[in-house]
Every structure is written in structure tokens, then in C-alpha cells.
């Protein structure tokens, strides 16, 4: 979400583990792969672009002409922002200007002889750039009337080999017209070079559009593509594949096959691979085309599985309490794995509610205040199993972390009411449902440009029929959520709630929804500058006192990224979870610097109202509309769910819940591990030990057991010795990996982990020892 200035300068803000660590060059070579979706190597001849160039201020549309004189302007470094070169506060148009010899080396070295490359770095935040006076390029949001979406921060601009702006073996103008906008501007964050296209512009080792897929635990095959863009030419060359050893990097397996493609008639491999154990193995691919011996590279790391496959037998899973407001409509879908078909039986249900005895779905609304303890049991022709669900009746819901799906991680923008129902029919499809998995959230993007002559608010064309969604949603026996600002727009600049809270809180009743976010952005134009507490409080009072009007409970959830301390207060203005922090990205820095900064919040947590680090960003990601696999590894992904559950986060999945891979799914059904967050104790997580780059976290339970996370943030394996004073424990105690659902033994005074991956997890649970 990028319109809005409040918005904007969360987004950008930098989290660091403390005290910062070097990434080892193997780790930042994967990242960096897969984050481009593909590297490439190459031998030709690159120019590179002198660093200091001419500097003015202003804007003359003579000075792109390669004859103007700039003998008079400045000088300038486009290494970094004008704002640190002298010029600190300037927003508007300044100049670049350099001159350079281009070879006609380039030119005649060049396979395929199609363009040279211009490469310029980031440009904050718009420009336009010329050779020569001709102009070949131009982005950004103030510029030719370019718009925000249509920004890429690092230009790459191209221009024939043929075209006569080219100067060859004489000298040559690049000049950048640049516009900013707010914070630092110019040229800066290279590179600044210049070359002759190569196969590695056109040819893409395709490792996204497959998933791997796993046979068992240790089997694993994928499908990799080989694709060009090479109008009227067929490439052809070698495809090898290389899996290696995550620790000492010895090849474990190596495939090579000769390739052929053409933009038309891209090349497919399909590899298959039985790993020595559960861990992440590195895997490299390499294309080197016949003609040209160039090389095209992409690396991932390949996923690895630890939560066990459930068992034909029934176990009932998900929250153990449920609260419901007197009165107000009850949903409740009993979450149980197990074969299929499965009868379903609750005893001592409050009056007003039933049950769907082929479903396990609870429904209905009851009047009765109080604590009804209900027996639920699920049975198939394997056995059966029974569990006590306490349904609390009164005034405070959301007395578990809200577990579910919401759309922004993926779709951004782009969601509509076709991928909402997707991610409810996988919901169900792919048994998540089974493990507890129970809302169906929409972001930002569902709403018309105007409201009715009413003042009522509508869906636009995305949306067509928002109750006959909710009921789609809640037929399956799930819950919908629901996005707002209190401003008058939306982040994404769509209509808020301003003005309108009381109108829109019966709107979203009267379709039945269960869950709003409601998310700071533009009101940051109504309140004064550096709000105070009473005026960052204001708009959630407003909400909150809207939503006890209607007759049916809707989780409220406050997104305004942590300002004035929202955790020690959000629960005094109706909020059942509130955002601690800015918008999470798919990253290590960004994940691990929201989840492991969560102390002063940890203490506030509690049944009904909870910290939200932001949603999950497992799977396949991308803010809309298009996805990929998440940049973080698999190792990162098993501490980012571990975290997540230690602190009592809500538990929002961000990915395309239609394309779900095997890795995925099973680091998202995992019983043991969800209970630790769904523990009806509800409290947050606290750090107790940091030593040797593994910090230590340990949360209370409700059965008197403790829930231990071991996370090493280091760059290499590592191991450590676990304290049981540290972490207030006496006596015996035995120990279960939660991942592996695994008895490790019993065990007095200490416990020896013998090595953690990189930035991986050890999750356990420590109880009172058998007699």
C-alpha cells in the first residue's frame, strides 16, 4: 500500500536484528537469485559510467542537447542523494549530464545484435534520460504524466544498435531530467554502466512457475523451464542441475541435458531427487548457450517437511474456546483431521445453538450469558475422539489469535470476489479447515469510487454481490473479513470510513461480516501533525462504539502500525488485535526484524486482544498481481511461523491459497505447533537468554507447560545448551520437537541442542516428567 504518506513511511522503515550479522555470501547469493527471479554471467564488454557528473538545479528543455555546454554547472556524485551533496530539503527538477566514448566494440561484439543497455541505478523519483539529445526513456509519477504503478526503481533504459543517436568511438551526452518528490532525490544506488545486449537478457531460468513436490518425506521432484524472448531465433545449449550439500557444499546430484527453445516453445525438465535427510539443499541451475558459451543462472533452496502426515483416526484440532456477544449470530466449524466421511457430536450446547452433524458446524445465536463447557466429539470407521470446547457467552470475542487468510500479501490491488472464493474453496479443499484455519479476509480494493445518494457505501465491479460472498464463505462454515481507513481513503486510495462509521458498521452487518481491518492510512490528513494520544485513539473509539450497535460480532482489528505505543491501549478502544508494526515483506530483515522486536508488547497480550506482527508471508506472494514463491528460506519460513505462534500472533496466511505447495501446506498444518498459538492462557512470548547468535523464547501454557523457541540468527549451523534455570524450570521435565511431533526424552537441569540451520528454529515443549 503506497499512496498515502503515513502509509509510505512504515513501509520504508528498517528493521535490524541487534546486534547485526554478515549473511553468509552463499545465503545472499540464493536470496539474491531468487529474488530476480533469475542471475545471469556474462563475458562481453561492459563501459562503465564515470561516478561524478554535471549537476544543476531547475528545468531547461535545452539542457538534454548533447551541444548544450554544462561547463558551468556543478559537480556531482550519482552515488548517493543530492539532499547529502549540499542540497539538503530540495523537492523539483534538477539535471544530470555526462559525457562518454561508447566502442563500437559493443556494437561489433554483440550476439544478438539487437540493443545497447544503459543502466542507471535508482532514480528517485521520476526522470527522463536522452543520448544525444534524443530522449529513450523515461519513468516515474510526475513525468509524461506517468503513473505510481508504472515506477521501477532501477532503470534500465535501451536504444537500437543501429540507431544513429549513437555516437560510436566519439563522444556521447546521457542526460537525466529528474523530478523528487519528499526525502532524498537524485541518482544514486548504481550500477552506472553501459552494454550491448546479451542472451542473458532474453533467456530466463524459470524455477517459479513449479513447485516442488514431494513424494514422502525425502522424494522430491520439480519442473524447470527454459524461456526466451529472442524474437525469430531458437536458442539451444545445456541445462544442468546441481544440488549440493547445505553445509560443506559437496554435489550431491548432477543432471545435464541438452536444451532447445524459442519464445514460442519454451524448453521443460522435470528432475527427481531423494535427499539424505530433512534439511534445505541448495540447488543450482545453469543454461550455457551453444553459440555464445554465455550463461544464464537461477538457485533456490529445496523445502524440506517435518510436521508428520495425520493419521486415518480422528483428532479435533483449532481453538478450545470460542467467546460470542449475547444474542449474536455463532459460527463455529470443529476442526478435526481424519478420514472422510466423519460424524460429528457436540453435548451440552447452549440453548439456540445447533449442530450440522456431517459438517461440525455449529451455528445459531443463544441469549444466555456465561461459560458453557461442551463435549465434541468426531468419529469415523478408524475410532474417534473427544475434546472439551468452552463456548463463552458475553461481551468480549476473539478470545484465540484470529486465524485465517487475507488477500493483500498476494492480490494487493488486484483482488477481486473470483480469488477471495478461491482462497475459501482451498480453505476447504486443502484441509486447512482441519486444523483450524477459519477466516476469509479482503483488503484494500472492493470498494466504488463514491458512495449511493444515501451515503451508503458500495462494492465496485470486482464485488458484485457482496452478502451472496459472505454467504458463500460462511456456507463452508468460515468467517469474511472486511478492510477500511478512518480517513476518507484507503491506503490504496479507494473510500474510507470518514464521516460514515456508524452507516458503514451496519452496512458490513447487514452482509454479514465478521472481521474488520481498519487501517490508519489517509487519517493521518485529518489528525494534526504528531498526533497525541487522544487524537491516535479518536478514530477506533469512533469504530468501536459503531460496531456495539449492530447485531452481530465483528473482530476489530486496528492497523496503524504501533504509534503511541497502540499495545498498551488498543484494547481500551474496542481493538481485538492491534498492528505493532509496519507492513512485513517477504524477507529475512523484515521478518526477523518485526518478530524478535516484540518485547514491549508481549506483556499486553491477552484473550481478546492481541499483538499483530502483520500477516504471514509464506508461499507464493507478491502484492498483486503477480506472484512468487516467498524470499524467504525454508528454514526462515519454520522460525517465522514458530515466532509468530510463541507471541500469540494472529495467524494470517498472505499467499494464493489456490496454488499451495506441498512445503506450504505442510508448514501450515502443523497441530502441535498451532495450539501454541491458539493456547487459551494467551500470553505473548518473552526472550529470555541471547548467547552465541541464539536467542531464546519461552511462553507459559495453560496445562502448566512451557513452549520454547531456539533461534539461531547467525549465518552458519550452530548449536547450544539449553538451561532449564533460565527458563524457571525444575526437576525432570520431558521435552517434545513440536515440528517433528516428537518425543525428545526426559531430561534434569539442561538439554543439548546439538545444531540449528541458519536462521532456523528448534520448537519445543517442555511438561512435568511422568512418574
Known amino acids: 500500500?503506497?499512496?498515502?504518506?503515513?502509509?509510505?513511511?512504515?513501509?520504508r522503515e528498517q528493521f535490524h536484528l541487534r546486534p547485526p550479522k554478515k549473511i553468509m555470501m552463499k545465503r545472499l547469493f540464493l536470496w539474491l537469485c531468487v529474488l530476480a527471479a533469475g542471475c545471469a554471467t556474462s563475458n562481453d564488454q561492459q563501459l562503465s559510467l564515470p561516478t561524478v557528473w554535471r549537476f544543476h538545479l531547475g528545468d531547461d528543455p535545452g539542457w538534454s542537447s548533447s551541444d548544450f555546454s554544462d561547463a558551468s554547472w556543478d559537480t556531482i556524485s550519482v552515488g548517493k542523494s543530492w539532499e547529502s551533496q549540499g542540497h539538503a530539503g530540495y523537492d523539483g527538477y534538477a539535471w544530470y549530464r555526462v559525457k562518454i566514448v561508447i566502442p563500437s566494440s559493443l556494437k561489433s561484439e554483440a550476439y544478438p545484435n539487437t540493443q545497447l543497455k544503459i543502466s542507471l541505478g535508482k532514480i528517485d523519483d521520476g526522470d527522463e534520460v536522452f543520448l544525444n539529445g534524443k530522449i529513450i526513456g523515461q519513468n516515474g509519477a510526475h513525468l509524461s504524466a506517468l503513473q505510481d504503478g508504472n515506477k521501477r526503481w532501477t532503470r534500465v533504459y535501451r536504444i537500437s544498435l543501429t540507431d544513429p543517436a549513437i555516437h560510436w568511438d566519439q563522444d556521447n551526452v546521457i542526460a537525466v531530467r529528474v523530478y523528487d518528490r519528499g526525502e532524498d532525490g537524485g541518482m544514486y544506488a548504481g550500477p552506472y554502466q553501459i552494454a550491448a545486449e546479451d542472451v542473458s537478457d532474453f533467456v530466463q531460468v524459470d524455477d517459479q512457475t513449479d513447485d516442488f513436490h514431494f513424494e514422502g518425506q525425502?522424494?522430491?521432484h520439480k519442473q524447470i523451464f527454459l524461456r526466451s524472448t529472442l524474437e525469430g531465433q531458437s536458442l539451444s545449449g545445456t541445462l544442468q542441475v546441481e544440488v549440493r550439500n547445505p553445509e560443506g557444499g559437496n554435489v550431491l546430484w548432477q543432471k545435464s541435458v541438452p536444451a532447445s527453445f524459442s519464445p514460442d516453445s519454451p524448453f521443460s525438465y522435470q528432475y527427481s531427487v531423494d535427499l539424505p535427510d530433512t534439511a534445505a539443499y541448495p540447488v543450482y541451475y545453469q543454461f550455457t548457450d551453444e553459440r555464445s558459451s554465455k550463461i544464464v543462472t537461477a538457485s533456490e533452496?529445496?523445502?524440506?517437511?517435518?510436521?508428520?502426515?495425520?493419521?486415518?483416526?480422528?483428532?479435533i484440532n483449532g481453538a478450545s474456546v470460542v467467546g460470542v456477544r449475547p444474542g449474536h449470530p455463532f459460527l463455529y466449524r470443529i476442526a478435526a483431521t481424519g478420514s472422510r466421511p466423519m460424524q460429528f457430536a457436540a453435548d451440552a450446547l447452549p440453548d439456540g445453538l445447533h449442530l450440522d452433524q456431517t459438517t461440525g458446524i455449529i451455528s445459531g445465536s443463544t441469549s444466555t450469558t456465561g461459560t458453557f463447557p461442551v463435549k465434541i466429539t468426531a468419529t469415523n470407521t478408524s475410532g474417534s475422539d473427544t475434546r472439551a470446547l468452552q463456548i463463552k457467552v458475553g461481551s468480549t470475542i476473539g478470545l484465540t489469535p484470529a486465524m485465517g487468510w487475507n488477500s493483500w500479501n498476494a492480490w494487493g490491488l488486484s483482488v477481486n470476489a473470483d480469488k477471495v472464493k478461491a482462497a475459501a474453496d482451498a480453505m476447504v479443499k486443502q484441509g486447512l479447515v482441519n486444523h483450524g484455519w477459519t477466516y476469509i479476509n479482503i483488503d484494500d480494493g472492493w470498494e466504488q469510487p463514491v458512495r449511493a445518494a444515501d451515503g451508503e457505501i458500495r462494492t465496485n465491479e470486482k464485488f458484485p454481490d457482496m452478502k451472496a460472498l459472505a454467504d458463500y464463505v460462511h456456507g463452508e462454515g468460515l468467517k469474511i473479513g472486511i478492510y477500511s481507513s478512518p480517513g476518507p481513503r484507503t491506503c490504496g486510495g479507494f473510500l474510507g470510513s470518514w464521516q460514515h462509521e456508524a452507516q458503514d458498521a451496519h452496512t458490513?452487518?447487514?452482509?454479514?461480516?465478521?472481521?474488520l481491518k481498519y487501517d490508519w492510512c489517509s487519517y493521518g490528513q485529518i489528525a494534526p501533525p504528531n498526533p497525541d494520544l487522544t487524537w491516535l485513539q479518536k478514530p477506533y473509539r469512533l469504530m468501536d462504539s459503531a460496531l456495539h450497535t449492530i447485531n452481530r460480532d465483528i473482530y476489530f482489528s486496528l492497523c496503524q502500525y504501533g504509534m503511541g505505543d497502540v499495545w498498551t491501549w488498543g484494547a481500551q478502544v474496542g481493538g481485538n488485535s492491534w498492528r505493532t508494526t509496519g507492513d512485513i515483506r517477504d524477507s529475512w530483515q523484515s521478518m526477523a526484524g518485526i518478530g524478535f522486536h516484540q518485547e514491549a508488547a508481549a506483556p499486553h497480550s491477552a484473550p481478546g486482544h492481541w499483538n499483530d506482527p502483520d500477516m504471514l508471508v509464506v508461499g507464493r506472494v507478491g502484492w498483486g498481481p503477480n506472484l512468487h514463491h516467498s524470499h524467504l528460506t525454508p528454514d526462515e519460513q519454520y522460525t517465522h511461523i514458530s515466532l509468530w505462534c510463541l507471541l500469540s500472533a494472529p495467524l494470517l496466511i498472505g499467499c494464493d491459497m489456490s496454488q499451495l505447495d506441498d512445503f506450504t501446506l505442510n508448514l501450515l498444518t502443523n497441530d502441535e505447533v498451532l495450539q501454541v498459538d491458539q493456547d487459551p492462557l494467551g500470553q505473548g512470548a518473552r526472550q529470555v537468554a541471547e548467547a552465541d547468535s541464539m536467542l531464546i523464547y519461552e511462553k507459559a501454557l495453560a496445562d502448566g507447560s512451557k513452549a520454547i523457541g531456539v533461534f539461531n540468527i547467525s549465518s552458519k549451523a550452530a548449536g547450544t545448551s539449553l538451561s532449564f534455570a533460565t527458563l524457571g524450570?525444575?526437576?525432570?521435565?520431558q521435552l517434545r520437537d513440536l515440528w517433528r511431533q516428537k518425543t525428545l526424552g526426559t531430561f534434569t537441569g539442561n538439554y543439548a541442542v546439538k545444531s540449528i540451520p541458519s536462521h532456523g528454529v528448534l520448537l519445543i515443549r517442555a511438561s512435568a516428567a511422568n512418574p
Open 1 to 11: 500500500m503506497i499512496t498515502f504518506v503515513a502509509k509510505s513511511a512504515n513501509e
Open 218 to 220: 525425502n522424494q522430491v
Open 301 to 315: 533452496e529445496i523445502p524440506y517437511l517435518l510436521t508428520p502426515a495425520p493419521g486415518p483416526k480422528p483428532r
Open 508 to 515: 458490513y452487518a447487514r452482509w454479514g461480516i465478521d472481521y
Open 729 to 733: 524450570l525444575s526437576g525432570a521435565r
